[in-house]
């Protein structure tokens, strides 16, 4: 893939469930503990959204390159960062604070994980569910991440008001200037200055609770966001989940168990039992080799996360994230449209993660750019048409991009 991957960043409290949910994503074992602060460094990590594969509506059996595929569905590679615990103070440069946010500012997206249990005191420490206030979490959090938005254009007030008086700026193309290393672009200033009413306000003029105001807009339009109610399968978790539901109706809440996720895919790959991640059952393959705990843990499990919520919610938030919140499109190139393969005969090699808007144009420059040199037209596989080149990209579309350009 010559496009870079999207990146999933796990905010939230420590002991939220950040490692658990990161391991569960990814399989791998990074440490897990009760003691605050154990992830002293992001890790980063390979997870992937699931998407139907088009392989059974061609007829034929693929042979994944970029991605997998199995039981029809595609799996497609994103890449996800575990990252410190957060502290109070972190914006202003305390503990690992810097180091922290400046992983939430490159992350395409974020997760927000929360324990919905409340099991976390308000020292970060493990006690009884109950305990914590999750809705209070988040908002630390948020406030964390938002004062960091507001010392970034603090310190950079003389530079913005300047850039913005320079003929063919304006403050949009200003603020976008020194803040588009943490991904704010021009459309998010402009609205955030609508929907702060700064618009016919002088720059210089704005009030320290307008600049406030707008640094919050600026954090939730420029940075996709869902919050993660995880440890479902505690008491007072479900009541949790409903008022952080409440509160944030602007936001998409998903209800996981990070937990059980573990549990099933290290069974998984144990072949213990058959998982597909995402699904909403797994099946016991082999009753006679669980241990007690195992199959006790197997029926907790079933209990408490599939009876009450269908599934762990892993894998959903994960696809939710990329397809919902970043408006993605899985699109399937091929270079040969009668065997939907590629030159050497792989079937359905590569799937791409193409974000809405993007056209037959964008999927050439993604898949090689050669082809964009001389592109004349995409073939849709599906309905033989000839796609112009700014046709825009469709969820799913097979295409065979025609060009005179040759490939390395
Ligand atoms: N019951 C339950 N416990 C969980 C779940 N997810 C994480 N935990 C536990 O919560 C504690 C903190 O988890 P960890 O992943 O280290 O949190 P982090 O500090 O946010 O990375 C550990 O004891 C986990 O086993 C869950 O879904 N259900
Ligand atoms: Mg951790």
Same mark, same amino acid.
């Given at each position: +893939?010559?496009q870079?991957? /999207?990146?999933?960043?796990?905010?939230?409290?420590?002991?939220?469930?950040? =490692?658990?949910?990161?391991?569960? +994503?990814t %399989?791998?074992?990074?440490?897990? #503990?009760?003691?605050?602060?154990? =992830?002293?460094?992001?890790?980063?990590?390979?997870?992937?959204?699931?998407?139907?594969?088009?392989?059974?509506? !061609?007829?034929?059996?693929?042979?994944?390159?970029?991605?997998?595929?199995?039981?029809?569905?595609? !799996?497609?590679?994103?890449?996800?960062?575990?990252?410190?615990g957060?502290i109070?103070?972190?914006? +202003?440069g305390?503990?690992?604070?810097?180091?922290?946010?400046?992983?939430?500012?490159?992350s395409?997206?974020?997760?927000?994980?929360?324990?919905?249990?409340?099991?976390v005191?308000?020292?970060?420490?493990?006690?009884?569910?109950?305990?914590?206030?999750?809705?209070?979490?988040f908002?630390?959090?948020?406030?964390?991440?938002?004062?960091?938005?507001? &010392?970034l254009?603090?310190?950079?007030?003389?530079? /913005? #008001?300047?850039?913005?008086?320079?003929?063919?700026y304006?403050?949009?193309?200003?603020?976008?200037?020194?803040?588009?290393?943490?991904?704010?672009?021009?459309?998010?200033?402009?609205? $955030?200055?609508? *929907?702060?009413?700064?618009?016919?306000?002088?720059?210089?003029?704005?009030?320290?609770?307008e600049?406030?105001? !707008?640094?919050?807009?600026?954090? *939730?339009?420029?940075k996709?966001?869902?919050i993660?109610?995880n &440890?479902?399968?505690?008491?007072?978790?479900?009541?949790? !989940?409903?008022?952080?539901?409440?509160?944030? &109706?602007?936001l998409?809440?998903?209800?996981?168990?990070?937990?059980? *996720? @573990?549990?099933?895919?290290?069974?998984e790959?144990k072949r @213990?039992?058959?998982?597909?991640?995402?699904?909403?059952?797994? *099946?016991? %393959?082999?009753?006679?080799?669980?241990?007690?705990?195992?199959?006790? $843990?197997?029926?907790y499990?079933?209990?408490?996360?599939?009876?009450?919520?269908?599934?762990?919610?892993?894998?959903?938030?994960?696809?939710?994230?990329?397809?919902?919140?970043?408006? +993605?499109?899985?699109?399937?190139?091929?270079a040969? $449209?009668?065997k939907?393969?590629? &030159?050497?005969?792989?079937?359905l090699?590569?799937?791409y993660?193409?974000?809405?808007?993007?056209?037959?144009?964008?999927?050439?420059?993604?898949?090689?750019?050669?082809?964009?040199?001389?592109?004349?037209?995409?073939?849709?596989?599906?309905?033989?048409?000839?796609?112009?080149?700014?046709?825009?990209?469709r969820?799913?579309?097979?295409?065979?991009?025609?060009?005179?350009?040759?490939?390395?």
């Amino acid at each position: +893939m010559y496009q870079p991957m /999207i990146r999933i960043g796990l905010i939230g409290k420590t002991n939220a469930g950040k =490692t658990t949910l990161f391991n569960s +994503m990814t %399989l791998l074992s990074a440490e897990v #503990s009760n003691y605050p602060f154990t =992830t002293k460094t992001p890790e980063m990590g390979i997870a992937n959204v699931v998407t139907p594969c088009v392989h059974k509506e !061609f007829g034929v059996v693929d042979d994944p390159g970029n991605s997998k595929c199995d039981d029809g569905w595609r !799996f497609i590679p994103v890449e996800v960062t575990d990252l410190p615990g957060l502290i109070k103070g972190a914006w +202003m440069g305390k503990g690992l604070g810097n180091q922290f946010l400046t992983v939430a500012a490159q992350s395409d997206a974020l997760l927000h994980v929360v324990d919905a249990s409340g099991s976390v005191d308000k020292d970060g420490k493990i006690s009884d569910p109950g305990t914590g206030d999750p809705i209070a979490d988040f908002d630390d959090v948020e406030l964390e991440l938002v004062q960091w938005y507001a &010392k970034l254009f603090a310190q950079n007030l003389p530079k /913005i #008001s300047k850039l913005s008086k320079t003929p063919g700026y304006g403050v949009p193309s200003a603020v976008e200037e020194v803040m588009h290393g943490i991904g704010v672009r021009k459309e998010h200033v402009v609205m $955030a200055m609508s *929907e702060n009413l700064l618009g016919d306000k002088a720059f210089d003029s704005w009030t320290e609770k307008e600049t406030q105001a !707008f640094c919050w807009s600026l954090r *939730e339009l420029s940075k996709p966001t869902l919050i993660i109610a995880n &440890k479902m399968d505690l008491p007072f978790a479900a009541e949790n !989940f409903q008022k952080l539901r409440e509160k944030h &109706k602007g936001l998409i809440v998903v209800p996981t168990s990070g937990e059980a *996720e @573990l549990t099933l895919r290290r069974a998984e790959a144990k072949r @213990l039992i058959r998982y597909v991640p995402g699904e909403e059952r797994f *099946e016991i %393959l082999k009753p006679q080799d669980l241990s007690d705990a195992q199959r006790s $843990a197997l029926a907790y499990i079933r209990r408490k996360v599939f009876g009450e919520y269908l599934r762990t919610g892993v894998q959903f938030a994960l696809n939710i994230a990329v397809f919902k919140l970043l408006k +993605m499109n899985a699109i399937y190139p091929v270079a040969d $449209a009668e065997k939907v393969g590629d &030159k050497h005969g792989r079937i359905l090699p590569d799937v791409y993660l193409m974000s809405n808007g993007s056209t037959v144009e964008d999927l050439a420059k993604a898949v090689h750019s050669d082809l964009l040199k001389g592109l004349v037209y995409a073939l849709d596989v599906r309905s033989g048409l000839h796609l112009p080149a700014n046709y825009v990209l469709r969820d799913r579309d097979v295409l065979s991009i025609v060009s005179t350009g040759k490939r390395a």
